[in-house]
């Protein structure tokens, strides 16, 4: 899997939107982009994927840059159960794409 | 309902004795991973099947044996664990490639004592 950036920690208010990047400069044309969060104690769970056009569902927004080289996991209202470990993973729909690797990931904290 | 259950949720072994670790899916996917996941890490990939073929990571010890006798089970073998093998063991399944995404388990917790 493609080598993925995301900042280690990231702070946001309950109910304000969370913004949340990751860079993946070295993306190849057959990757897709995962977001996968973990809250404290759990396994982690599936948030959304996307490939080349942005993305949303009942949990969050994707966002995906032209390039594709960068992507934006869009919280709309931050709660107190979205903090957790928020991870950005590329996966390939070819072969390699049996691999689901996991880089360092975001801690997102949430202030009441 | 629960569609990919591991057990036990917590298990403590002693040193150098061996201990299973083992997973289910309801979800009858063709993939599936068993993770181990150290504190305040994230979790790191051991393992892989897709179906029967296995596929093992290059820096998973030999330590560590995986099997998976049909498509719903599949278990982490540890043949003699050591202090630092004590981790969160997580299992995932994912029905195919990179565009589908992957179910986790809520993870066995091992205590190597």
């Known amino acids: 899997d493609a080598k993925t950036t995301q900042p280690n920690s990231m702070e946001s208010n309950e109910e304000e939107p969370v913004h949340l990047p990751c860079n993946h400069s070295?993306?190849?044309?057959?990757?897709?982009i995962h977001w996968y969060r973990q809250l404290p104690s759990q396994g982690p769970e599936y948030v959304i994927h996307?490939?080349?056009s942005n993305v949303n569902n009942r949990m969050a927004s994707l966002a995906i840059a032209e390039d594709r080289k960068s992507s934006t996991l869009i919280l709309h209202r931050a709660t107190l159960r979205d903090a957790a470990v928020y991870y950005c993973i590329l996966r390939d729909y070819g072969n390699a794409g049996n691999m689901l690797t996991f880089g360092g990931g975001t801690r997102l904290m949430v202030k009441p | 309902d629960a569609m990919v259950i591991q057990n036990p949720r917590y298990q403590v072994t002693q040193f150098g004795k061996p201990v299973t670790l083992s997973c289910s899916q309801t979800?009858?996917?063709?993939?599936m991973y068993w993770y181990q996941q150290k504190s305040s890490q994230a979790p790191k990939l051991l393992f892989h099947y897709y179906d029967k073929d296995f596929n093992n990571e290059a820096d998973t010890p030999d330590n560590f044996q995986s099997r998976r006798p049909n498509t719903s089970f599949c278990f982490l073998d540890i043949r003699s664990p050591g202090l630092g093998d004590t981790a969160m063991y997580l299992c995932a399944t994912s029905r195919d490639r990179g565009q589908t995404e992957a179910f986790f388990g809520q993870g066995t917790r091992l205590t190597v004592v």
């Open positions: 996307g490939l080349t």
């Open positions: 979800l009858n996917h063709n993939v």
């Open positions: 070295t993306i190849s044309g057959t990757d897709y």
